[in-house]
T-cell receptor
Framework: GAGVSQSPSNKVTEKGKDVELRCDPISGHTALYWYRQSLGQGLEFLIYFQGNSAPDKSGLPSDRFSAERTGGSVSTLTIQRTQQEDSAVYLC?????????????FGSGTQLSVL | KQEVTQIPAALSVPEGENLVLNCSFTDSAIYNLQWFRQDPGKGLTSLLLIQSSQREQTSGRLNASLDKSSGRSTLYIAASQPGDSATYLCALEIGGFQKLVFGTGTRLLVSP
């Protein structure tokens, strides 16, 4: 596609519910990243996928958060038993994944509001 | 832990002014530094990327410099325009493969 696509753009949920956020990276990009942007914390790294390698999950804040990437393309970030502190903008990015120091291309994000 | 601070937090200038945004970081062991802009309700757009071995990068009216020894980077915007209004973020790649640590951001408003 022309850019990184994320859906939904907005999600309102009740505390305790599970949510799934979707990311379609740029075609041909092997690296995919999830970041979270919240008022109190700024932008934080969550998880990174590169090809068929095991993902780097070091940024996930708790075991309620998980992510998968199917077929080396689309990724889903799942938050179980959502809490109010999970409210944030979740940003996905992709890159060619050939090495360090590459430009990242970001999607417009999913604004998650937990009531 | 790497701390990244941007000054000023907000800046309002009239069109045509040259301006400088600052980014400071505490640990000089970085792979690169990037400057992004973020428009309201949108994702981030990469503006400039400076490798750790480089001192500066230029793109159009934008010039970014990097001084690792002092833990500082600056983004210079020449002849500012209303379309430059956005939040500007610096980000450091510290662990390889785009594990970026972002700064606190500078919100820029350029008035016509």
């Amino acid at each position: 596609g022309a850019g990184v696509s994320q859906s939904p753009s907005n999600k309102v949920t009740e505390k305790g519910k599970d949510v799934e956020l979707r990311c379609d990276p740029i075609s041909g990009h092997t690296a995919l990243y999830w970041y979270r942007q919240s008022l109190g914390q700024g932008l934080e790294f969550l998880i990174y996928f590169q090809g068929n390698s095991a993902p780097d999950k070091s940024g996930l804040p708790s075991d309620r958060f998980s992510a998968e990437r199917t077929g080396g393309s689309v990724s889903t970030l799942t938050i179980q038993r959502t809490q109010q502190e999970d409210s944030a903008v979740y940003l996905c990015a992709s890159s060619l994944g050939l090495g360090v120091s590459e430009k990242l291309f970001f999607g417009s994000g999913t604004q998650l509001s937990v009531l | 832990k790497q701390e990244v601070t941007q000054i000023p937090a907000a800046l309002s200038v009239p069109e045509g002014e040259n301006l400088v945004l600052n980014c400071s970081f505490t640990d000089s062991a970085i792979y690169n530094l990037q400057w992004f802009r973020q428009d309201p309700g949108k994702g981030l757009t990469s503006l400039l990327l400076i490798q750790s071995s480089q001192r500066e990068q230029t793109s159009g009216r934008l010039n970014a410099s990097l001084d690792k020894s002092s833990g500082r980077s600056t983004l210079y915007i020449a002849a500012s325009q209303p379309g430059d209004s956005a939040t500007y973020l610096c980000a450091l790649e510290i662990g390889g493969f785009q594990k970026l640590v972002f700064g606190t951001g500078t919100r820029l408003l350029v008035s016509p």
